[in-house]
């Protein structure tokens, strides 16, 4: 199993273009989610699903889409690309159930540079 | 809302030195949680968890137990090695709405210098 694959692992903006990251999952899990890590800050969430058709935001949403048409994808679109949004962009899936005990398998990540 | 502290980094050790990265939490409902690592340039794994309080879990040498009465979870080990050096996150995962949402820490770099 590949487990989350992200793709690119790198990318370099410009203010104002668009881009989507992906992601894909081969675990047949229902859960999904999009993280961004930044210096000092944590991860924080953005967006997230609990199943293709379904989808809802995290703490930080603002300039950034998301669709999840499949079970096994779940790409994040920035659709007017701006400098706050350099960062490390993590995506992450796991089971339901158990109330929440579910560990979550991370993606290696992309780095995005926003000039 | 939900919350997760943990001690500020960096912290460095020497090899064989005692670890522990304290971390405690506020959360509105009964939460799951879980220590998660990351090496240089990858992902987040999964280090251990607990799911109900005095729970301990362990892996790879580390520690840490659910106390609700003091509302922690703190990480521990005996005995760290260079290859423990790392970024630890704590995090919860609330048993309220959105209970499958992880609340994280802000890290702890760990830096084990022979």
């Known amino acids: 199993n590949a487990g989350v694959t992200q793709t690119p692992k790198f990318q370099v903006l410009k203010t104002g273009q668009s881009m989507t990251l992906q992601c894909a999952q081969d675990?047949?899990?229902?859960?999904m989610s999009w993280y961004r890590q930044d210096p000092g800050m944590g991860l924080r969430l953005i967006h997230y699903s609990v199943g293709a058709g379904i989808t809802d935001q995290g703490e930080v949403p603002n300039g950034y889409n998301v669709s999840r048409s499949t079970t096994e994808d779940f790409p994040l679109r920035l659709l007017s690309a701006a400098p706050s949004q350099t960062s490390v962009y993590f995506c992450?899936?796991?089971?339901?159930?158990?109330?929440?005990?579910?560990?979550?398998?991370f993606g290696d990540g992309t780095r995005l540079s926003i000039l | 809302g939900d919350s997760v502290t943990q001690m500020e980094g960096p912290v460095t050790l020497s090899e064989e030195a005692f670890l522990t990265i304290n971390c405690t939490y506020t959360?509105?409902?009964?939460?799951?949680l879980f220590w998660y690592v990351q090496y240089p340039g990858e992902g987040l794994q999964l280090l251990l968890k607990?799911?109900?309080?005095?729970d301990k879990g362990s892996n790879k040498g580390f520690e840490a137990t659910y106390r609700k009465e003091t509302t922690s979870f703190h990480l521990e080990k005996g005995s760290v090695q260079v290859s423990d050096s790392a970024v630890y996150f704590c995090?919860?995962?609330?048993?309220?709405?959105?209970?499958?949402?992880?609340?994280f820490g802000k890290g702890t770099k760990l830096s084990v210098i022979p």
């Open positions: 675990m047949n899990h229902e859960y």
């Open positions: 959360a509105t409902g009964y939460p799951s």
């Open positions: 995090a919860l995962s609330d048993s309220g709405a959105g209970s499958y949402q992880l609340t």
């Open positions: 992450a899936s796991s089971l339901l159930g158990g109330g929440g005990n579910q560990p979550q398998h």
């Open positions: 607990a799911t109900k309080a005095d």
